[in-house]
């Protein structure tokens, strides 16, 4: 009776081991599945933020071209009022 039941355990245990061999596996190509899919995560957040710190800057740089812009208009009214000024009392304001 003994026997029998060697005989017959002996093929449970080595499908249990079987069991645990791939729950092991499975485990692992878990733990190195997410171990990539964080690496992914990161570089598209800092793909993201790249691209963030991108349209924030091309908006800065649009409002200061405005700013330079309106400013050399000013100083292109100033000129033309001070050359206007000039011409009108007949002086050279050209120093």
Do not use: H, W, Y
């Amino acid at each position: 009776m003994t026997t029998k039941m060697l005989i017959a355990g002996v093929p449970f245990l080595i499908s249990l081991g079987g069991a645990l061999f791939a729950l092991e596996a499975t485990a692992q190509a878990t733990d190195e599945i997410e171990e990539r899919v964080r690496v992914l995560e990161v570089k598209n957040a800092e793909s993201a933020s790249t691209e963030v710190m991108v349209k924030q800057n091309t908006e800065r740089l649009e409002r200061l071209e405005s700013i330079v812009e309106k400013m050399a208009d000013q100083q292109i009214k100033m000129l033309a009022n001070q050359a206007a000024v000039c011409q009108s009392l007949g002086v050279s304001c050209t120093r």
